[in-house]
């Protein structure tokens, strides 16, 4: 049904071309070229519903999916569903429980009371969203997605995939076992802590720190333990802080009585064998003024009071070390406790007390200047690290450096059982059932040998073959997998997964079983189609399909291995960056081990955030982000896929903002206004004006071609749905009405806007009566035969006249009667193109140019405007682009191109305008304003 010529209804529009896109299956890939192209996104979790964050990733993969398309490849763009690990299961404990912030998010997205029953069941939880994924933000956003090979990882074929693939790890040696402390939650079993935040809802880049346990006895052998990360420096200690406001708890922790907190003692329970809370507690209070004895040099040091004590950080207790830690230091001058610092590291630039001249460096005078304790805590562990050595006071340790005592002190107490050691978060986590994450030992872990320096090595070397974006993370991929460990692949507990095949009931963690899926989307769709089933999906069908080791059982088989032989390996694995330090490394990793060298990744692309209001990435787990549904409804998908390629460098992180979103709407449908009121302009031919359209659309292709073939899809956007429109609106301004050159271009310019706003460019391309799709449509290619830079350079001229009078009128506020506009004489000209030529063979100079003209008897009556004119343009020269240069070049008779326009500035100035060039005999000049005339830049003289 064809649109009035003013109204766009964009829902409209999106959803009659996503039924024919998705009736006739132009998404669903297939081989009818020798050129292919492999892009997938990272596959989303199955959590709950997905936020406007999320889309511009996939919309970036989708576009450049559509580009490759109609740049002659087939395409495979496939897409699937993260389902292992305890996403969906936190997600049906909390409608089991029925919280109400996630009962109150699926009422309001329209989930029945029927449909929230069945999400107590995990397995139901992804189906509903998988659904949701797919019909409501993949499709409703037009992305061509083969949805014949969606997939999710807890299906059986998905299972014998995984286990496949860890028998090849086994057999390559790069399975391993030992001992390993794990993130646990006690109400979902093991999570898996990284950026991605796959299993977390909180504290995704929280790191395990490693505390020495140092064990402080009072008079009765109670243990009073105060951790650390530095037991070198008890030979510092003066004091003991404990909270006064807190109830501590006894404990027997391997046949030792212990006070502690009573968060400590539950996250011993998980970390030592023979741990027992005990029916008896201390307050905080009863243990200021005691004393205690330190371990190793037993000198009897006070308990004192210290609010800052976190009963929720390590033990509880704190040990204080005035001279060497900024927080101590204050906290003991603030009690006005008679209690004097020990020096025991000697810093070069400090003097013996190097925490109080820092704090006094900094005027720090009370505990609550938190941020400058922060810097002043760095600046002493940074010069004691790199330039501190232990002093006569560390006995045995004497003379030994910070830089280099590492855990001698620790190991040396902890075998004399003055110390044991604990395990501790960096920050809080989180599980996304709400339950604090606690960490676990589990003395027999399963771990992928990651730091195998062969494995290392060779996939170092692949990434030196690889196409990854931006650059600057393909720098850092070397370090980041010489840095990358072994990492613990597999957990016990309610998770869904792949059971490990080399221990019973243990599930593979979810990072481990995502970093060969791309392999599985060859598969897939022939176990959708049923055409193979689980129980053929044997080592024997995997070894022969992707290792072409062994021959075929059946003809399906042979498929399958032909079309990974075609498809394989993976062209772009895009992401977003919290994959830069795990998944993308690990995906690299496994790839390398197990597949053969020419199906290995070939590119990564990686995105930043979408965040909102404070810079904080927007999280589904957080809440706050504005729906998927109600953004396409209120903004319209092309204008939101538009913002999201526009509004900034994918590698950046971008802010949500809906005004801003409001305006690519307006631009979108403004598009289709001047495009409906170029169809009724009436025929009239300008050949220099129309030459100039032919000319700059090349032009735009020329860089909307560069920026495709680097991916910097800003630029392609803002030349498409930019710079195009803004030329074709002073094309029609100056009075352009070729009838066949403007159907020629706006022909072009709706191919060129297709990957990025496909659902506009359908639209408009069956108005204008073109048949079957534009997104059937070849990519304009660049023709340098409709290259005009005369007539470039003319309208260039042109619009700098405008500008410059514009601006005159606006400083002087003068009403003219008559602007006289003056061209530069032919010596300017002549010396200008001399300037650009050198400057284009780099051998421009001021002081020669100047010399070697001067030496020119036809250029001598110049004389000093010679030296003047090479002067003024000298810094505008060496500011022009090559291919401004290369332009401005070509010879233009400027005053004939003014005359020729000569109807447009009048109409244009609203008064009288007359053109001279400076060599006219007749000039009419009473302001002398000629000798300021240059090159491209004419002198207005207004009267």
Request: aromatic letters at 12%.
């Amino acid at each position: 049904m064809a649109m009035e010529e003013n109204t766009y209804d964009y829902i409209a529009v999106e959803q009659k071309w996503q039924h024919k896109w998705f009736s006739q299956n132009i998404n669903t890939a297939s081989k009818t070229t020798q050129n292919k192209f492999f892009i997938h996104f990272a596959y989303p979790g199955v959590s709950g519903y997905l936020h406007v964050g999320h889309m511009r990733g996939f919309t970036y993969c989708d576009v450049i999916a559509r580009y490759k398309r109609m740049t002659g490849y087939d395409v495979l763009f496939p897409a699937g569903f993260h389902a292992s690990g305890i996403p969906s299961v936190g997600f049906a404990k909390k409608v089991e429980r029925g919280d109400p912030d996630t009962l109150k998010l699926l009422k309001q997205n329209g989930c029945s009371e029927e449909t929230i029953k069945k999400l107590t069941d995990p397995l139901e939880v992804i189906t509903y969203f998988s659904t949701v994924y797919i019909d409501e933000y993949w499709k409703r956003f037009g992305y061509l997605i083969d949805y014949s090979r969606v997939m999710n990882t807890i299906s059986d074929g998905y299972k014998k995939f995984i286990q496949w693939q860890f028998h090849q790890l086994h057999d390559k040696h790069l399975l391993i076992q030992k001992p390993h402390y794990a993130p646990y939650c006690p109400s979902c079993g093991p999570v898996a802590v990284d950026k991605s935040e796959t299993d977390v809802s909180q504290g995704g880049s929280a790191e395990i720190l490693d505390f020495t346990v140092l064990k402080f006895a009072l008079k009765d052998g109670t243990i009073l333990p105060a951790a650390t990360l530095r037991p070198e420096t008890i030979f510092g200690v003066t004091n003991m802080w404990v909270n006064p406001n807190v109830e501590y708890h006894y404990a027997t922790v391997n046949n030792e009585t212990w006070i502690c907190s009573e968060d400590c003692i539950k996250k011993l329970t998980y970390q030592h064998d023979s741990v027992h809370p005990m029916k008896k507690t201390i307050k905080g209070t009863e243990l200021i003024g005691k004393t205690c004895t330190v371990p190793e040099i037993n000198r009897e040091v006070p308990i004192l009071a210290g609010v800052f004590a976190d009963p929720s950080v390590a033990t509880g207790i704190v040990m204080s070390v005035p001279a060497h830690a900024p927080y101590d230091w204050i906290a003991l001058v603030e009690s006005k406790a008679p209690i004097q610092a020990i020096k025991i590291i000697d810093v070069k630039g400090f003097g013996s007390n190097p925490a109080k001249e820092a704090c006094d460096q900094l005027g720090i005078k009370s505990q609550t200047e938190t941020e400058k304790l922060n810097e002043a805590t760095d600046l002493v562990y940074k010069k004691e690290f790199h330039t501190g050595v232990l002093n006569e006071k560390c006995g045995q340790y004497a003379g030994i450096k910070i830089s280099e005592i590492k855990d001698t002190v620790k190991n040396d107490l902890i075998q004399r059982n003055l110390a044991t050691t604990m395990k501790e978060f960096s920050e809080p986590v989180i599980c996304r059932c709400k339950e604090k994450v606690m960490i676990k030992q589990i003395p027999d872990q399963w771990f992928i040998k990651y730091s195998d320096p062969v494995l290392t090595q060779e996939s170092k070397d692949a990434v030196i073959t690889m196409n990854i974006y931006p650059q600057e993370y393909k720098d850092e991929l070397p370090k980041i997998l010489d840095w990358f460990g072994d990492r613990a692949a597999i957990r016990r507990g309610s998770w869904l997964g792949t059971e490990f095949p080399y221990k019973k009931d243990w599930i593979i963690e979810p990072i481990s079983d995502s970093t060969l899926y791309p392999a599985y989307y060859i598969i897939s769709p022939y176990v959708n189609q049923k055409k193979i089933t689980p129980t053929e999906m044997t080592d024997a069908f995997f070894n022969y399909v992707f290792l072409g080791i062994g021959s075929p059982k059946h003809d399906v088989w042979k498929t399958i291995r032909e079309d990974f032989e075609y498809w394989y390996p993976v062209d772009i694995n895009l992401g977003g960056k919290e994959h830069k330090t795990v998944h993308f490394p690990v995906y690299i990793m496994n790839h390398v081990a197990i597949m053969p060298v020419q199906k290995q990744p070939q590119g990564i692309f990686v995105h930043w955030w979408v965040t909102q209001k404070g810079k904080e990435k927007i999280s589904k787990s957080k809440g706050g982000a504005e729906p998927i549904i109600e953004a396409a409804t209120t903004y319209g998908v092309d204008a939101m896929r538009l913002y999201y390629l526009h509004i900034g460098s994918p590698f950046v992180d971008i802010e949500w903002d809906p005004e801003t979103v409001l305006k690519y709407k307006n631009r979108v449908i403004n598009i289709w206004k001047l495009i409906q009121q170029i169809t009724t302009i009436s025929d009239v031919k300008q050949e220099n004006l129309d030459n100039w359209l032919k000319s700059t659309l090349q032009r735009h292709i020329q860089k909307i071609l560069e920026a495709f073939g680097n991916w910097d899809l800003r630029v392609a956007s803002n030349e498409i749905f930019f710079e195009i429109q803004k030329d074709l609106q002073w094309y029609l301004k100056r009075g352009g009405a070729d009838k066949k050159l403007l159907t020629e271009s706006v022909r072009t310019w709706i191919i060129l806007m297709t990957p990025i706003t496909p659902h506009l460019a359908e639209e408009l391309w069956e108005t204008q009566g073109y048949p079957s799709f534009v997104t059937n449509q070849t990519y304009p290619v660049f023709n340098a035969s409709n290259i005009s830079e005369k007539d470039e350079i003319g309208e260039y001229l042109l619009t700098r006249v405008v500008e410059d009078v514009n601006e005159i009128l606006k400083v002087t506020k003068i009403s003219p009667k008559k602007i006289c506009i003056y061209t530069s004489p032919a010596w300017k000209q002549n010396l200008y193109r001399k300037a650009l030529q050198q400057s284009t063979e780099k051998t421009f100079n001021v002081g020669s140019l100047i010399k070697e003209t001067l030496t020119d008897p036809s250029m001598k009556p110049f004389g000093q405007q010679i030296s003047q004119f090479v002067a003024k343009i000298a810094p505008e020269i060496k500011m022009l682009s090559d291919l401004d240069r290369s332009r401005f070049l070509v010879p233009l008779d400027e005053k004939a191109h003014l005359i020729d326009a000569k109807t447009y500035l009048s109409d244009v100035l609203h008064c009288h305008v007359e053109i001279f060039s400076a060599d006219d005999a007749d000039l009419y000049d009473p302001a002398k304003k000629t000798k300021f005339a240059s090159p491209l830049r004419p002198a207005i003289y207004i009267e």
